[in-house]
């Protein structure tokens, strides 16, 4: 289904470029892992979420998923090409929703950056001032 600029992440191998990434991003509890879409012939953005069973229920995993697509839609036209691999923590589901959108843009443009990025509290988030 396709989702305005955002296509989704599909196949073994798409994912598989997932273990060698380009770039890696975080702010707060978002980490992003991306692979540049020039590198494969790929000119879109793909998107894939990554939110493990320790995030808590179903429920939980399922609300955080439309609230991190609701935040990378807000982005989107500011990325650049190539797939992102979002990987929250359960913090996500208690933050606001700009704040959200805040940390979701300054993982996947850092991580599009092409550099590693050590994880900075994103603000409203409780870190150290």
Not at 9 to 29: I, L
Not at 55 to 60: D, E, H, L, P, T
Not at 63 to 85: C, F, K, Q, W
Request: glycine letters at 14%.
């Amino acid at each position: 289904m396709r989702r305005g600029l955002i296509e989704p992440v599909h196949g073994r191998s798409q994912f598989a470029q997932f273990r060698r990434p380009s770039g890696r991003g975080s702010s707060g509890p978002v980490r992003v892992r991306f692979v540049d879409g020039a590198e494969h012939g790929d000119p879109g953005i793909r998107v894939a979420y990554a939110i493990a069973r320790r995030f808590g229920s179903a429920v939980a995993r399922n609300r955080a998923r439309r609230r991190l697509r609701s935040a990378v839609d807000e982005v989107a036209p500011h990325l650049r090409a190539g797939a992102y691999l979002v990987l929250p923590d359960p913090q996500v589901g208690d933050m606001e929703f700009t704040v959200l959108v805040g940390a979701v843009r300054d993982a996947m443009m850092g991580a599009a950056r092409g550099g590693i990025f050590p994880s900075a509290p994103a603000p409203g988030t409780g870190g150290a001032p």
